[in-house]
């Protein structure tokens, strides 16, 4: 819900040196030197230049848009038009989480839903725009072509001074750390989606009398066969059949939503208990994954002031996410009622054989979205961790193993828990909170400490502090919560 190496480049490069030799950091960080520094910091690539249904960094062609444009090798051009970049934020931002809004909507009433859901689009749509906002200051101050999320947090850090700068470095790897960890829970939650939904389909046509688990096992050859895939170019074209793919498959979803009569809303609760708030917040926020994509986005933009103001683009494609959201998840729920599943799609008539075509439809999405996923995943570990500590004879054959091996660790996380709802609400409080709220509160107001008036000082200390800790709470609390649901679930069976 994305892009740019996380390596700044050379001119970048010399002024962040400058100042953080001046608060008297005298270290080297280079792209060469196989070191744990070295994979923190390589990690905003993963981050970045991973395509997933939820978080897409994809461009016309296909291809990832860092792929098209590499900021350590290439200087792309500004070329986007407003469209085209309305179009980028719609796919970096729709996936997994639009399926989960009905359940989401469960957890906190039909009334209490849509409140939520506006109010979480309302805090994480103006968190985006105080860090576009901190990125284009920065980037204009230090006449630097780009900043990604990690080096604005940094950055901002060091503009602040003080006792900032001292932690400029720290923030730089929390964030790419947590962006890091977004993945890699991605990866296992689209696993666990894959095998949940083709499981109806063939218990359907075979009655094989499989659980979940057995058809995780079914995935392991394909998975790793599709992984071993060593050329971005020859996955590529996934990613466009990804795309179509997912928007029929929505298409096909509101088309049984409304196929019938949709129920009163007062065959629906309301409003629910304040304990399974917790869980839809943590379930709306993983929704609104796409700010890691929005600063790549905006650079490649050919009138990159467009971002941002009351009807420009970013406002624009996230209030269409934001309707697209809600009304997934008010008709959804209305619809299924007590019956919600965790996720959509399997509310579906089961013997239907449009519904099962949609269960395809996103399942095989799911399924290319994990496989260009783990590209990225290797093309960090492989040069960065494998090849410094191998021999060149021996580095197809580690490399390989370590394909396997990764693979079968990420299918047994997808096989741990059963509950996709919990999963990705316990992903949501943990990494989106920290991502698309604590961070960007700490970013905007380390932009500006130096630069802002009295008054306008204190309303944004106040604002940021409240910002921070929503998210701070949400971690917390959301955490806990789902945590202890999801052993309340394991104990009851």
Same mark, same amino acid.
């Given at each position: 819900?994305?892009?740019? !190496?996380? +390596?700044?480049?050379?001119?970048?490069?010399?002024?962040?040196?400058?100042?953080?030799?001046?608060?008297?950091?005298?270290?080297?960080?280079? @792209?060469?030197?196989?070191?744990?520094?070295?994979?923190?910091?390589?990690?905003?690539?993963?981050?970045?230049?991973?395509? !997933?249904?939820?978080?897409?960094?994809?461009?016309?062609?296909?291809?990832?848009?860092?792929?098209?444009?590499?900021?350590? =090798?290439?200087?792309?051009?500004?070329?986007?038009?407003?469209?085209?970049?309305?179009?980028?934020? %719609?796919?970096?931002?729709?996936?997994?989480? +639009?399926?989960?809004? *009905?359940?989401?909507?469960?957890?906190?009433?039909?009334?209490?839903?849509?409140?939520?859901?506006?109010?979480?689009?309302?805090?994480?749509?103006?968190?985006?725009?105080? %860090?576009?906002?901190?990125?284009?200051?920065?980037?204009?101050?230090?006449?630097? =072509?780009?900043? =990604?999320?990690?080096?604005?947090?940094?950055?901002? #850090?060091?503009?602040?001074?003080?006792?900032?700068?001292?932690?400029?470095?720290?923030?730089?790897?929390?964030?790419?750390?947590?962006?890091?960890? !977004?993945?890699?829970?991605?990866?296992?939650? &689209?696993?666990?989606?894959? /095998?949940?939904?083709?499981?109806?389909?063939?218990?359907?046509?075979?009655?094989?009398?499989?659980? &979940?688990?057995?058809?995780?096992?079914?995935?392991?050859?394909?998975?790793?066969?599709?992984?071993?895939?060593?050329?971005?170019?020859?996955?590529?074209?996934?990613?466009?059949?990804?795309?179509?793919?997912?928007?029929?498959?929505?298409?096909?979803?509101?088309?049984?939503?409304? /196929?019938?009569?949709?129920?009163?809303?007062?065959?629906?609760?309301?409003?629910?208990?304040?304990?399974?708030?917790?869980? #839809?917040?943590?379930?709306? @926020?993983?929704?609104?994954?796409? @700010?890691?994509?929005?600063?790549?986005?905006?650079?490649?933009?050919?009138?990159?002031?467009?971002? %941002?103001?009351?009807?420009?683009?970013?406002?624009?494609?996230?209030?269409?996410?934001?309707?697209?959201?809600?009304?997934?998840?008010?008709?959804?729920?209305?619809?299924?009622?007590?019956?919600?599943?965790?996720?959509?799609?399997?509310?579906?008539?089961?013997? =239907?054989? $449009?519904?099962?075509?949609?269960?395809?439809? #996103?399942?095989?999405?799911?399924?290319?979205?994990?496989? %260009?996923?783990?590209?990225?995943?290797?093309?960090?570990?492989? *040069?960065?961790?494998?090849?410094?500590?191998?021999?060149?004879?021996? &580095?197809?054959?580690?490399?390989?193993?370590?394909?396997?091996?990764?693979?079968?660790?990420?299918?047994?996380?997808?096989?741990?828990?059963?509950?996709?709802?919990?999963?990705?609400?316990?992903?949501?409080?943990?990494?989106?909170?920290?991502?698309?709220?604590?961070?960007?509160? $700490?970013?905007?107001?380390?932009?500006?400490?130096?630069?802002?008036?009295?008054?306008?000082?204190?309303?944004?200390?106040?604002?940021?502090?409240?910002?921070?800790?929503?998210?701070?709470? /949400?971690?917390?609390?959301?955490?806990?919560? !789902?945590?202890?649901?999801?052993?309340?679930?394991?104990?009851?069976?």
């Amino acid at each position: 819900h994305y892009s740019e !190496s996380s +390596v700044l480049n050379g001119e970048r490069t010399c002024l962040i040196k400058q100042e953080q030799e001046q608060q008297g950091y005298r270290g080297k960080r280079t @792209i060469s030197t196989a070191n744990l520094q070295n994979v923190v910091d390589e990690v905003g690539r993963f981050s970045r230049r991973t395509y !997933s249904t939820s978080e897409a960094r994809r461009s016309e062609s296909g291809l990832s848009i860092v792929d098209t444009e590499l900021g350590e =090798d290439n200087e792309r051009d500004n070329t986007i038009s407003n469209t085209e970049t309305i179009i980028h934020l %719609l796919k970096g931002n729709i996936g997994i989480g +639009v399926l989960t809004m *009905p359940i989401a909507i469960s957890n906190a009433g039909l009334v209490g839903g849509v409140l939520g859901m506006v109010f979480v689009a309302l805090i994480t749509i103006h968190c985006m725009h105080t %860090l576009v906002n901190a990125a284009q200051k920065l980037v204009a101050k230090r006449a630097v =072509d780009f900043l =990604d999320y990690a080096d604005t947090a940094e950055a901002a #850090f060091l503009e602040a001074g003080g006792g900032w700068a001292s932690k400029s470095q720290l923030i730089r790897r929390v964030v790419n750390i947590f962006l890091c960890m !977004s993945q890699i829970g991605s990866n296992a939650v &689209y696993i666990l989606f894959v /095998a949940q939904n083709l499981m109806p389909i063939a218990e359907t046509h075979f009655s094989l009398g499989w659980n &979940y688990r057995l058809y995780i096992a079914v995935l392991i050859i394909p998975v790793i066969l599709i992984c071993s895939i060593k050329n971005l170019k020859y996955l590529s074209p996934c990613s466009i059949l990804a795309n179509i793919l997912e928007f029929v498959g929505l298409g096909i979803i509101f088309y049984y939503i409304f /196929a019938t009569p949709i129920p009163s809303p007062s065959s629906v609760p309301w409003f629910t208990s304040p304990k399974t708030f917790p869980i #839809f917040f943590g379930t709306a @926020i993983f929704a609104f994954e796409g @700010i890691s994509v929005v600063l790549p986005i905006e650079k490649q933009m050919s009138k990159p002031k467009d971002m %941002l103001g009351w009807h420009g683009v970013l406002n624009t494609s996230m209030v269409t996410i934001a309707a697209l959201y809600i009304g997934m998840g008010f008709f959804g729920y209305l619809k299924y009622g007590a019956e919600t599943a965790a996720s959509i799609t399997l509310n579906l008539p089961e013997g =239907d054989t $449009l519904a099962q075509s949609a269960l395809c439809m #996103f399942s095989i999405a799911i399924f290319f979205s994990y496989a %260009l996923q783990f590209y990225v995943v290797m093309d960090i570990i492989g *040069p960065n961790i494998i090849k410094p500590n191998v021999s060149d004879a021996m &580095y197809p054959y580690v490399e390989f193993f370590t394909r396997v091996v990764l693979n079968i660790l990420t299918l047994g996380m997808a096989a741990t828990v059963p509950w996709l709802d919990l999963v990705v609400s316990l992903l949501g409080a943990i990494k989106m909170s920290t991502l698309s709220l604590m961070a960007p509160a $700490l970013v905007d107001s380390a932009a500006n400490w130096n630069s802002d008036s009295k008054p306008l000082f204190i309303f944004r200390c106040i604002k940021n502090v409240t910002v921070f800790t929503i998210g701070f709470l /949400a971690c917390i609390i959301g955490t806990y919560i !789902s945590t202890m649901e999801i052993v309340t679930r394991f104990k009851n069976g």
